[in-house]
């Protein structure tokens, strides 16, 4: 793991460990309510940085960092739904996906019976964004591994959260505005693959607003995390920024 000492609220400092490897988060105690809304940005950048890293899939047994328990399966409610992460029974701190961060901190959200019918026209196979298995529309709108249901980075819950940290942190320019960060996403283009049926396909956006199937063949042959497509399209927005 990687240790990062990130904005606290009011004063000080978190101290996080971070495995790209693993793609999680190490908390100790109370860590991750206790983010500034800067260091929640700065862990969205650090996810973005590290999104085409190899991947290895999580233990069977995770220890605690900090008194080798063994971690336990936990669930917390946000304002975007449940999210999920594993925490230390004597209390010392929890390990979060990357991807149940997100959730966490309210970027992501689940895809609408209407917006998988909408996808499931274009895009056969998308790959699950907790465990990375793929998922087939045709016959699931949830995992058959890990049974996370298909979800993908807001919109609406950017330019929410933005907002929230603007507000929250006006003591630094924090990077683009909020209606930036809607636009971004709102322009994710789905990537080429090397099966011809996949060229021109459209953006995600339109997938999800009812665009139809215009400039793309129906029923494309993609394995696509649409998690990772929102990143990586306001990953690149706070790049530009800089």
Not at 150 to 159: K, R, T, W, Y
Request: positive net charge; hydrophobic residues 40%.
């Amino acid at each position: 793991m990687q240790t990062r000492d990130l904005e606290q609220n009011y004063h000080g400092a978190v101290r996080v460990e971070l495995c790209f490897v693993c793609a999680g988060i190490w908390f100790d105690h109370l860590g991750s309510v206790q983010l500034a809304p800067a260091a929640v940005i700065e862990l969205f950048k650090e996810i973005h940085s590290h999104l085409n890293d190899a991947r290895r899939p999580v233990a069977n047994r995770l220890p605690c960092p900090r008194c080798g328990e063994a971690l336990a399966l936990g669930y917390d409610l946000s304002k975007a739904g449940k999210f999920s992460y594993y925490r230390c029974p004597r209390g010392d701190g929890r390990y979060t996906p990357f991807f149940q961060f997100l959730r966490e901190k309210q970027f992501v959200r689940d895809l609408t019976s209407a917006e998988v019918q909408r996808v499931r026209a274009q895009v056969r196979q998308i790959r699950c964004s907790e465990c990375g298995a793929p998922i087939d529309l045709e016959q699931s709108s949830q995992c058959k591994y890990c049974h996370a249901p298909v979800s993908f980075l807001d919109p609406e819950a950017v330019e929410r959260a933005a907002r929230m940290w603007s507000s929250a942190d006006n003591r630094r320019h924090l990077g683009p505005n909020p209606e930036a960060l809607g636009n971004a996403l709102m322009a994710i283009q789905l990537p080429h693959t090397n099966q011809p049926s996949a060229s021109g396909v459209r953006a995600l956006a339109n997938l999800l607003d009812g665009g139809g199937n215009r400039g793309a063949g129906a029923g494309a042959e993609l394995t696509l995390d649409l998690v990772a497509l929102g990143v990586r399209a306001i990953g690149r927005l706070f790049a530009a920024d800089r």
